[in-house]
């Protein structure tokens, strides 16, 4: 493993972003998960413990009446730095949590195991945790079946994350696309971040399938994506909308600042030659339309009809350009 990982926390959190799980609704495989932690383990407490930049969000919990907690309070934060799980006999003597809110406080922890919740990339992006109201030690049968536990987790992320995602393309499709926008949309307004929705359309599509076949076509829309892939940040999250249209969420991003990525990436497409399955060369330009979150957007569907206006003032003026939204 690249240890270098542990120290990378943009990484780490691109990483989790890619899992698109945060502030997500509950589901059963984690809720099962906890539930037999908490009974093998006899432990009051288990949580399935995401860390994101300033909190720890739990995705399930037994014993806990939070659905997040501050991340530097948390024991999560100190699991995710290192490969092996962290064990807290009793964390009244241990300098890094006594005294904590969450132990002079509820939920009063007092012993903690956790284990790393590592995505394939290798990144730590949370942590499965055993909670007690007492000091204890956990034995090395315990540990085992926590990281057993754990790998189950990890599983089940990339499971919900490969139903979210486009047989052909890779990218998000339009249903995982959307459930990520709503939660930019919260997470946008509640730290009052900017953010930006853009849409692209391939210019004359249509005319390629009906020219060359539909297996071209599928290479030009993988080659897009590979493109977008190679242009974008890994926390811009990329989706296919349907056929040749595709999205792009850009957190932290103002609406300036996602036209000058929409036109890059215009130019970088219109200057690709895509090699078709016979070998020739095919170049494909496309459109934009950019929309700046604004007040007036008040769902996801809002934020897409700015964009959608302007993708088609886009094919208006002529295609293979992109048109920005008047701010709202």
């Known amino acids: 493993m690249n240890d270098a990982q542990l120290h990378d926390d943009d990484g780490r959190l691109a990483a989790l972003r890619r899992l698109a799980v945060l502030d997500t609704a509950i589901e059963e ?7 037999l932690v908490r009974t093998v383990l006899a432990v009051p407490m288990a949580t399935v413990t995401l860390v994101d930049r300033d909190r720890q969000w739990f995705k399930a919990k037994r014993g806990l009446e939070a659905d997040e907690t501050p ?6 934060t100190h699991t995710i730095k290192q490969r092996e799980p962290l064990i807290v006999e009793n964390a009244q003597l241990d300098p890094r949590f006594a005294g904590t809110p969450l132990v002079a406080g509820p939920p009063h922890i007092r012993s903690y195991a956790g284990v790393p919740l590592r995505t394939p990339e290798g990144y730590n992006v949370g942590s499965l945790c055993a909670m007690d109201t007492r000091p204890r030690q956990f034995s090395p049968a315990d540990i085992a079946i926590l990281k057993n536990f754990a790998n189950i987790v990890c599983d089940e992320l990339e499971l919900r994350l490969i139903a979210q995602l486009d047989h052909l393309t890779g990218a998000l499709t339009r249903r995982g696309f959307v459930e990520q926008a709503e939660r930019e949309i919260a997470r946008s307004r509640r730290y009052d971040r900017p953010s930006a929705l853009m849409m692209l ?4 599509f249509k005319s390629v399938n009906d020219t060359y076949g539909h297996a071209a076509g599928d290479q030009v829309l993988l080659q897009v994506t590979e493109i977008a892939k190679v242009a974008l940040r890994p926390s811009d999250v990329f989706g296919r909308l349907g056929g040749e249209e595709f999205a792009v969420l850009l957190p932290e991003t103002n609406g300036d600042e996602a036209f000058i990525v929409a036109d890059r990436l ?3 497409i219109a200057n690709y030659a895509v090699r078709l399955p016979n070998g020739e060369p095919l170049t494909v330009t496309a459109s934009f339309g950019v929309a700046a979150l604004g007040p007036a957007h008040t769902s996801f569907p809002a934020w897409l009809e700015s964009a959608d206006a302007m993708l088609y003032a886009a094919k208006s003026s002529g295609r293979n350009c992109a048109r920005l939204a008047a701010a709202t």
């Open 29 to 35: 495989p984690f809720e099962k998960i906890v539930t």
């Open 71 to 76: 991340r530097s309070i948390s024991f999560c």
């Open 201 to 204: 359309d391939l210019d004359h």
């Open 266 to 268: 215009r130019e970088a």
